[in-house]
């Protein structure tokens, strides 16, 4: 589901927070109240949502916490684009949430800011997606309930593919020179976000790399993942790639108004996209780099935390329990019907009908085939050093390797911060 913000980077990735818990302020409130006006026994629980762009999204919210009859809940729906900041900021003082939604961050574990979910969700474990499982568990412990997994891959206009005789890359080379082949004097070939970040991780993974080894060590300074950066300069520099659209890679209007033949976007976008575009849309994974690499998918999405250090943690957890674990037709709703996800509950993923045919059901396949999940060790700092190399290196001509090395030395100063 796309935000409402104009942000250069992925807000289901950068979003992992950030300022580390580190900075000090209050929160005004935002957003309005959700759920009853009076009524309700026990204590009041607050929830955090950041501002969906997607039509129904805030009411929906409110729908599921209305009926809720153990406690009033109430929704702080939080418009702008400095979402973390304002929750990072709010967790700092007593007008804290007792529940709100944000990624995998080990950080919010090791200073007990996030309550472990294990017994509320182990008797379900099974049903859930284990990759999702994995990348909020750390220590055998779980945090954090998986509410909707957000695929992501390039978009494609079949007609302008035919009309200028473009096969679907499959490696990044290919995705080179279709899009020197789709541009006109009027449509760019491809479009990979204002400042191209929105595909760092995919880079790394299409390059048969990955962000870090299983025993949290860097794993990304790797020759084939610079060539994919040489790659990348090139297709930056050769005046075939859509910069600074109006609206950043989450939002579908560069792919819908026609400024663009190819645009990395997300699964929520498909409803908007088929909507002015019909049926003259297809997908494809990022291509794969290198001889060794795979093409791959990134998968984003929300999870909903519980507050350690509130007042309510265990009316907190009952209700996170409630609508996100027993009311699978409110998940399936939150899933399907305002954009495009994947329900992370296997039982439901393969009963929503809305993802059974057509694109949804190729993204599906995708997602399934070529999928990559958040690696909780991965943290905003970490993501950030890489951000630099994609801005030194491709937007800059830096030396990718002398910029992966770098990069390799500032996360390594932070896993040992994390991990000794």
């Not at 574990?109 to 099974?126: N, R």
């Amino acid at each position: 589901m796309s935000a409402l913000s104009s942000r250069n980077f992925d807000r289901r990735t950068a979003l992992r927070a950030a300022l580390g818990l580190a900075a000090a302020g209050g929160l005004a409130a935002c957003g309005s109240n959700t759920g009853r006006s009076s009524g309700g026994s026990g204590d009041r629980l607050v929830q955090y949502f950041h501002a969906y762009g997607e039509a129904g999204v805030e009411q929906a919210v409110k729908k599921y916490a209305k009926a809720y009859d153990k406690t009033d809940v109430t929704t702080q729906w939080i418009t702008g684009n400095n979402f973390e900041q304002k929750l990072f900021a709010a967790l700092l003082t007593k007008n804290a949430p007792d529940v709100f939604e944000f990624h995998p961050q080990i950080q919010l574990i090791k200073s007990g800011q996030v309550a472990d979910l294990t017994d509320i969700i182990e008797p379900v474990k099974s049903d859930f997606n284990q990759a999702d499982i994995t990348s909020h568990t750390v220590d055998g412990k779980i945090y954090g309930v998986r509410m909707i997994d957000d695929p992501q891959f390039f978009f494609y206009r079949p007609s302008l593919f035919e009309k200028a005789k473009v096969e679907v890359p499959t490696t990044l080379e290919e995705l080179v020179e279709a899009a020197a082949k789709l541009k006109t004097s009027k449509v760019k070939g491809a479009y990979l976000g204002n400042d191209l970040t929105p595909v760092q991780h995919n880079l790394i993974w299409s390059a048969g790399a990955d962000t870090l080894t299983a025993d949290n060590k860097p794993a990304f300074n790797t020759d084939a993942v610079a060539d994919g950066l040489k790659q990348l300069r090139g297709l930056f520099t050769s005046g075939d790639l859509l910069l600074d659209a109006p609206a950043d890679w989450w939002d579908p209007s560069a792919f819908t108004q026609g400024l663009t033949a190819i645009q990395w976007c997300g699964m929520w976008a498909m409803p908007a996209m088929q909507q002015a575009l019909g049926d003259d849309i297809g997908v494809f994974p990022f291509p794969k780099v290198g001889s060794a690499g795979k093409e791959s998918v990134y998968n984003g999405g929300w999870s909903m935390f519980v507050n350690a250090k509130g007042k309510n943690v265990e009316a907190a957890k009952e209700y996170v329990k409630w609508l996100w674990i027993d009311q699978k037709e409110y998940q399936e709703d939150f899933a399907t019907s305002y954009g495009f996800h994947i329900p992370p509950r296997t039982s439901l993923a393969e009963s929503a009908t809305k993802l059974k045919s057509g694109l949804p059901a190729e993204g599906v396949k995708l997602f399934n085939e070529f999928g990559h999940f958040d690696n909780i060790g991965w943290t905003q700092a970490m993501i950030a050093a890489f951000n630099d190399v994609m801005a030194n290196s491709v937007r800059k001509d830096g030396d990718p390797k002398a910029q992966l090395a770098a990069c390799e030395k500032k996360v390594t100063t932070e896993l040992q911060k994390l991990f000794g």
